[in-house]
């Protein structure tokens, strides 16, 4: 089975189809994590514990490990969320040439799926791609407002730059294991990116501390019932003035979100 079939497999046993987005920014975490080892570590597997019954993957993200302890608090944070079933997906954006990408790809020994970003072409993407097992999710359409400055441009083609991505992408797929990243900010975006790519899983951001659109994001985001709908401040930071309380706020979060999200479902 194939990171897809997986996730499907998931979405149905939890009936979910939200994203945890572990982002442990150190200025937030509670004061009394703080004297231990590996307080990101600490302050994970409370969320974990919290929400895994919510989840249907764990998104951590690449830029709040980037430090031997961090390092640490990931390798922990991955093998306890496998521990509870739940796969793990990085958000670590990566893509580069030759031997360097083929370095970069090594993790998805250790993770079940990952973000890489499009712009050197396919043999930057090729490593991920050809690992059949794993997921790889192309960034294409992002939610942030710079993200206009390139993605908007039009080509001789007719097409914008995040259309070409997405055709591209679906080329890609010989192995039935490329999704979109596509915001949930504008509906309209995800309405036609989905008319496009009818059989890609989006991974869609946005939903939570953002504001985006939850109806829009699962009537489009998810192909044959499987995509994913992200949330990272908004679940694991909700009770960030709550003390020794936060997971509990988190697990509420979560639970609120799915109930959202599986309204649109239904």
Known sequence: MNFFDRLHDRIRMVNSVVSVGLDPDPARIPNHLSDYDLPR?????RIIDATHEHAAVYKPNAAFYEDPDGWAALEETIAYAHGKDVPVLLDAKRADI?????????????????TVNPYMGRDSLQPFLSNEEAGVFILCRTSNPGGEDLQDLELESGEQV????????????DND???LVVGATKAEELEELREQVPDLPFLVPGVGAQGGDAEAAVEYGLSGEV???NSSRGIIFAGENQGTEFATASEQAAKRLKKRLNQYRE
């Open 41 to 45: 570590w600490a302050f994970n597997r």
């Open 177 to 179: 294991n490329v999704g």
């Open 162 to 173: 995040y259309e070409r991505i997405a055709a591209l992408a679906d080329l890609w797929n």
């Open 98 to 114: 030759g031997n360097t990408t083929r370095q970069y790809a090594q993790i998805l020994e250790t993770v079940d799926a990952i």
């Open 227 to 229: 995509g994913l709908i």
